[in-house]
């Protein structure tokens, strides 16, 4: 900490200095060029803007455990009809697994540290290892951008028949028009096999996932294929979901298909949640829950519609198909710029979560990229943004490469 503390904090003499430590996967590159790599990704921000949720001790501990998640909400008020509105594009990381580094399943801990005066450094005073950690950022004019390394496959075809997370029947007719159905698995068994062979990647992993929309029309067309029209299509409410299994079987189950109907970490462990500064001993009784103003009464798309159901009837599916890389990441030392007084945020999905680190080029001179804060997941990251002044969407990202890219003054 004292090699990254500076006069101003130094200065304020009995005032504690909070830091948030968390080990994820990997950090992205400086621009799409570069490969992901190891390194550390820092973010400063004010002490009230981090909140945080403590391990359940031993004695209270629930048999389930909670899987640790640090969550960055980029909060912006925006002038509506009525008022000024709260405008949120929320990411949720999941952390990577330290248990051969630290003998903790993952690592992610609050620390409360003060300044000695007479030694003229910092020291840390205590540390509380946390299950969940919101950090805010407020921001003005904030932009976007949504990379899913998805390949379609198949037609878009009108859901007939599901249960939970269980497609069971779509469209036999690629039209919408036609309620005759097909078993789900029908057209991947079929079109599947044709792409690996079209595109002769047999030697290579590909997984499948399914673009769940509500409407008729989509801002996403196969014909003409494109990340930005993606992109709108999961602003606009649509939901990734990967296949985790189905196809063959006989009888009701003949040409099912399972889907992974998380669409969000936080729904178990929101209470609890409280500023940073409240978690520790003694502040601990004082410690209540700090909600940012306005949130719960905005509205999400999937609030609609029953939450165990990744697809209704009625509802359209698209499927797509992730190719793993042939080779890593080539490195390259050139960054993208960034206007001045400007941050880029790049959170997203390891492309290769099995590659060994011999196997990725090592740049073994240390690079420094300014206003760049980062972090990867092996396993998902979750993305909520707004849909317009009620509506918010979110949706699961775990496609492997998956970048989301936000910048802001």
């Not at 009108?158 to 069971?168: A, C, F, H, W």
């Not at 999400?300 to 992730?322: H, R």
């Not at 011999?358 to 240390?366: F, P, T, W």
């Amino acid at each position: 900490m004292n090699q990254f503390s500076n006069r101003d904090v130094q200065s304020s003499v009995g005032e504690p200095v909070h830091a948030v430590i968390a080990v994820v996967d990997r950090l992205p590159g400086g621009d799409k060029s570069m490969a992901e790599s190891e390194g550390l990704s820092m973010l400063f921000v004010r002490s009230e803007n981090i909140q945080g949720k403590p391990i359940a001790s031993r004695q209270v501990r629930s048999a389930e455990r909670e899987e640790p998640t640090i969550k960055f909400s980029f909060l912006e008020s925006v002038a509506s009809q009525e008022a000024m509105r709260p405008h949120l594009h929320e990411v949720g990381l999941r952390l990577a697994k330290t248990i051969f580094i630290n003998g903790k399943e993952n690592t992610l801990f609050g620390t409360r540290w003060a300044y000695d005066a007479s030694a003229g450094k910092l020291f840390l005073k205590e540390s509380v290892d946390l299950s969940l950690c919101s950090i805010t950022v407020n921001h003005t004019g904030l932009q976007k951008s949504l990379e899913l390394p998805l390949y379609p496959v198949g037609e878009r075809r009108k859901v007939i028949n599901s249960m939970g997370n269980i497609l069971r029947q779509i469209g036999k007719h690629a039209d919408g028009k036609s309620d005759e159905p097909m078993p789900a698995s029908s057209e991947l068994e079929k079109e599947l096999p044709r792409y690996i062979d079209e595109h002769n990647i047999a030697d290579r992993r590909v997984s499948v996932w399914a673009l769940i929309e509500t409407s008729v029309e989509s801002p996403y067309s196969k014909s003409k294929h494109s990340q930005s029209d993606l992109a709108k299509s999961i602003q606009a409410g649509a939901k990734l979901h990967r296949v985790m299994s189905g196809g063959g079987g006989w009888g009701k189950k003949q040409g099912l298909l399972s889907l992974d109907p998380e669409i969000s970490f936080e729904e178990a462990g929101k209470e609890g949640v409280a500023a940073l500064s409240s978690v520790f001993s003694d502040n601990a009784q004082h410690a209540t829950h700090e909600a940012i103003p306005a949130f719960e009464q905005r509205m999400f798309m999937e609030d609609l519609s029953t939450l165990s159901q990744a697809a209704e009837p009625g509802d359209y599916v698209q499927f797509f198909a992730s190719i793993e890389q042939d080779e890593p990441l080539k490195t390259q030392n050139t960054h993208p710029p960034v206007s001045e007084g400007s941050i880029l945020y790049n959170f997203g999905v390891v492309s290769d979560a099995e590659a060994l680190p011999s196997q990725i080029e090592q740049q073994r001179d240390l690079a420094v990229v300014p206003n760049h804060f980062g972090a990867l997941s092996e396993k998902a990251i979750t993305y909520l943004q707004p849909v317009d002044d009620v509506y918010e969407s979110r949706t699961k990202i775990d496609v492997p490469g998956s970048r989301v890219v936000l910048t802001h003054s």
